[in-house]
């Protein structure tokens, strides 16, 4: 059981999970937010549905300095060593087996290049093989005051609502709202995952599936390729520099 991110890079990605395709070992990463008891409520909620998901995660992240670690080689930079989270949550939603087709990202143009990276504030756009969509809004230019993380999922006239992993708000067209769960503290699904990860011991099935952890630990080294100008078709804000 490791921390996120498995890699910095695809290469990296597909060295680690080779080789723990290859072992007897079970290997997990820690993705814990599928596991928190509002995503699982969620996935109870949408178990039935008829229509597609669109899902939209608003990360108020706050300013990091630029010599911080997560900035640097060692951390990645944010949606590598963070964003990650809340890509793997959505795929966890629409299907752990559903592909992604297409995915986009802009990022806000910084003015000052020593407060702010490109990857400091960025809307990642994904469509996925089944017809849902997701939107990651990742800003760390968004006020301190708000929670963290505001996240919405939307199906065949319905929606949930999760506000910072403490309550977990259900609507329909035609009933009042309902809270579906509440916690006196946030819970983002650490327990839930070390008890699923000590079942996957006894089962030998991993917790994620290896093919979902490839897919969303790639598509984060992709979209940072993009948002650093590394990939053609971006296009850098400013003077097309990081930072």
Request: proline residues 5%; negative net charge; glycine residues 10%.
């Amino acid at each position: 059981l490791c921390e996120k991110p498995i890699g910095m890079t695809r290469d990296e990605v597909d060295e680690v999970l080779n080789v723990a395709s290859e072992s007897d070992a079970i290997y997990t990463v820690g993705f814990n937010r599928r596991f928190s008891p509002a995503a699982l409520n969620i996935r109870r909620l949408i178990a039935r549905r008829q229509t597609p998901l669109m899902m939209f995660c608003r990360i108020a992240a706050g300013h990091l300095p630029l010599d911080h670690w997560t900035q640097g080689p060692e951390g990645g930079g944010r949606i590598i060593g963070e964003g990650c989270h809340w890509i793997d949550l959505m795929q966890s939603w629409v299907g752990d087996d559903v592909a992604i087709s297409t995915w986009t990202v802009e990022c806000m143009t910084p003015t000052n290049r020593g407060h702010w990276t490109n990857s400091d504030n960025c809307v990642i756009t994904i469509k996925y093989d089944d017809g849902s969509v997701g939107t990651l809004l990742y800003g760390a230019v968004a006020s301190k005051k708000l929670e963290k993380e505001l996240i919405e999922v939307h199906w065949d006239g319905q929606s949930a609502i999760i506000n910072d992993f403490m309550k977990l708000t259900h609507n329909t067209s035609s009933t009042e709202p309902k809270q579906v769960w509440e916690s006196a503290e946030v819970d983002k699904g650490h327990r839930n995952l070390l008890g699923k990860w000590a079942e996957s011991v006894k089962s030998g099935t991993p917790p994620i599936p290896y093919n979902s952890i490839r897919s969303t630990s790639e598509l984060c080294c992709d979209i940072d390729l993009k948002i650093r100008g590394v990939s053609d078709d971006i296009k850098p804000g400013g003077d097309g520099q990081t930072a």
